[in-house]
């Protein structure tokens, strides 16, 4: 993502948490800073990619992040995160306008300026930003006011849950059917019941392979699509079924 914001002409300024990340940033030609306020200072556009709500909670509204931020800046937050984080983020945020963009898509995806962006936001801030999502994001959706991209990516995430366990209990149908796992993966992709996630999990050759590869990643967020439906006095029902296919792949 910043070597797309550097072809694009940008300015940039990432956080490198140690001397050797710093190295790697200034060799993509981006300015690294040690401090998180550093990042903020003068900028239009803030972008934050960590990993968890958690750290997502901790950078903005603990770390002093929106404190060194411009008067009518804009903060993206890209991470997969509670649409709860958002909203106290966006309340906390009075002099900057906060969008939030989760990423759907991995590193191939944002070399090639091909990750899925789901965007919300304030119009004027949507603008603002543009320029600098469309350097990797393509396509970049527009799905309502700030906190509804997390609620689509959470729905998505949970759906892509889900599919990978209903490939999971039909690699056992063909097994019990005499047919291998990798072969009936490399057929599937062909038919009817190809999807996004069967090319994926094919490409590693099993379910099991693929969920080792990103259960991490789909796992944190399906804790948090599950404690929102809870709020909700709900769950998430026949994905919730599927889901826990997955389990034991």
């Known amino acids: 993502m910043v070597a797309r914001l550097i072809e694009a002409g940008h300015q940039v300024r990432v956080l490198?948490?140690?001397?050797?990340?710093?190295?790697?940033?200034?060799?993509?030609?981006?300015?690294?800073?040690?401090?998180?306020?550093?990042?903020?200072?003068?900028?239009?556009?803030v972008v934050v990619c960590v990993f968890t709500d958690e750290q997502v909670a901790e950078v903005c509204l603990h770390g002093g992040l929106l404190?060194?931020?411009?008067?009518?800046?804009?903060?993206v937050v890209h991470t997969t995160a509670s649409p709860?984080?958002?909203?106290?983020?966006?309340?906390?945020?009075?002099?900057?306008?906060?969008v939030d963009a989760p990423v759907s898509g991995g590193p191939h995806d944002a070399a090639a300026g091909q990750l899925t962006l789901f965007v919300g936001g304030p119009d004027r801030a949507l603008a603002t930003v543009a320029p600098v999502l469309g350097c990797y994001g393509d396509p970049v959706c527009q799905v309502g006011p700030t906190g509804a991209g997390q609620r689509v990516k959470l729905v998505n995430n949970a759906l892509f849950a889900a599919q990978i366990g209903l490939l999971s209990a039909a690699s056992r149908l063909g097994e019990r059917l005499?047919?291998?796992?990798?072969?009936?993966?490399?057929?599937?992709v062909h038919g009817s019941g190809a999807s996004r996630v069967t090319g994926a999990v094919a490409g590693r050759g099993?379910?099991?392979?693929?969920?080792?590869?990103?259960?991490?990643?789909?796992g944190k967020d399906i804790a948090v699509v599950r404690a929102i439906?809870?709020?909700?006095g709900s769950d998430l029902g026949v994905l919730d079924d599927a889901i826990n296919a997955a389990s034991t792949a």
Do not use: W
């Open 16 to 45: 490198g948490r140690s001397a050797e990340k710093r190295d790697e940033i200034a060799e993509l030609g981006a300015h690294p800073v040690s401090q998180l306020a550093d990042v903020a200072t003068g900028a239009d556009v």
């Open 67 to 75: 404190a060194a931020m411009a008067p009518g800046s804009v903060l």
């Open 84 to 98: 709860r984080t958002i909203d106290a983020i966006a309340a906390a945020a009075d002099h900057v306008e906060v």
């Open 178 to 188: 005499g047919v291998a796992e990798s072969t009936l993966l490399a057929a599937l």
């Open 206 to 218: 099993s379910v099991a392979s693929f969920v080792e590869a990103v259960g991490d990643f789909v």
């Open 229 to 232: 439906a809870a709020d909700l």
